[in-house]
C-alpha cells in the first residue's frame, strides 16, 4: 500500500498542482511528473523544483525517494516544467504515474 506522501504527489500530478516540501534539510516547492519505484523498489518522484532551497541553481530536476520527504503539502499554482529532455529520466524505474502519458497523452511508453 502506498504511504500518504505517495498518495499525495500521485494526486498532485492528476490535478497539475505543485507541492511544498522538506527535503534533505531544504523547502522545496516542486511540479511532480514521474511518480513510482526506484530500482531499489523505494517510492520515488521526478520533479521539477522551480523555488525554494537547493545546493544548486533553481529550477531543476530533482529526484527524491519519498520516504526521505517531510511535511508535504498540495497548493494550486502555475505549473512549471523543465525545458530540456536530452537524457532519459533514471529516477523512476517502475512508473505508476506519468503526468505526459497519463495526464496528458502527450506520449506512449
Request: glycine share 10%; proline share 3%.
Amino acid at each position: 500500500m502506498p504511504s500518504r506522501t505517495y498518495a499525495l504527489f500521485r494526486n498532485a500530478i492528476l490535478a497539475e498542482r505543485q507541492v511544498t516540501c522538506v527535503y534533505e534539510g531544504r523547502h522545496r516547492e516542486l511540479c511532480p511528473h514521474i511518480i513510482g519505484t526506484n530500482k531499489s523498489g523505494e517510492e520515488a518522484v521526478l520533479a521539477w523544483q522551480f523555488a525554494g532551497e537547493s545546493s544548486g541553481s533553481l529550477p531543476q530536476w530533482r529526484c527524491l525517494k519519498l520516504a526521505n520527504v517531510s511535511g508535504a503539502r498540495a497548493r494550486d499554482g502555475r505549473w512549471y516544467e523543465g525545458g530540456s529532455h536530452r537524457t532519459t529520466q533514471t529516477c523512476v524505474s517502475d512508473i505508476d504515474l506519468d503526468i505526459n502519458v497519463d495526464v496528458r497523452g502527450l506520449r506512449s511508453r
